[in-house]
């Protein structure tokens, strides 16, 4: 059930973002929760995949399309100022970004990627629509190969490894961090931090949690901890059902979209 993990953490994390929770303590799921811009965006790459050609030749177009035509009637879900001017655009372009908008919405690409070169391609592809700095660029591809890596078997160890030689210093901790950490939007200070709730998370609720306790922007940085998750993991049954009710009929239909659509030739994750 792809995707539910990133819009779990955004939904989980979105009564968090501006009155952080420093502590794992919590309830999941609670009325002031809604979907972000993080969950509305996973899905509009998620429909940008399902709407590609085989040979992803038109990648780029259709998520340039499905961020604005899915986006659009929701003004207020938080987006940033520049993504607000993007998403409204007569003619999108690039605008050398690093936010991590970059970051939190790119999960289905590497649960579609048949390889690793294929994974960090997708999410280039997706990416550079908007985010086209080297490190928009870099966070979005560390997410993606690290949920490639989660979902074809490679321990916690490997991906880390990966991580901390190819991308970023994991040498970190979550309790080291957690009490100066500050509200970051770019994704050099976000991603780290989000990947380390997965490195040192027993289970899919407890890296949401984990993520969550670092403060900051929490809906975010716990949507992408919640992508590596899932694909590491799986996601409770009760979680899904919990988060189903948070999306409207317009999103939710989107999802299911993507669960049930017939497995194409070059995709063999739209199960």
Known sequence: MHLIGAII???????????????????????????????????????????SQPDWSDLGRQAVRWMQEIGRPY???????RFSDWIYSDDPQPYNSFGNGAAMRVSACGFV??????????????TEVSHNHPEGLKGAEATVVAIYMARTGSTMEEIRDVIHREYYPMDFTIDGIRDTYQFNET?????????MAFFEST???????????????????????????????????ELKQQALGFLDERLSGILFE??????????????
């Open 75 to 81: 003004p207020f879900c938080g987006y940033g100022l």
């Open 113 to 126: 990627a048949k390889s690793l070169e294929e994974a960090k391609y997708l999410a280039k592809t997706v």
């Open 203 to 237: 289970g899919f609720e407890d890296a949401i949690r984990t993520a969550i306790s670092v403060g900051g922007d929490s809906d975010t940085l716990a949507a992408i901890t919640g992508g590596v998750a899932e694909a590491y993991y799986g996601v409770p049954e």
């Open 187 to 195: 994704c050099q200070d976000t991603v780290p931090q989000a990947l």
């Open 258 to 271: 993507y669960w049930t659509k017939k497995k194409k030739e070059h995709c063999s994750f739209f199960l």
């Open 9 to 51: 953490g955004d939904i989980v994390g979105s009564r968090f973002e501006f009155n952080n929770c420093r502590h794992k303590y919590f309830k999941l799921f609670a009325p002031e929760c809604f979907a972000t811009d993080d969950s509305i965006m996973t899905l509009a790459i998620g429909k940008a995949l399902m709407e």
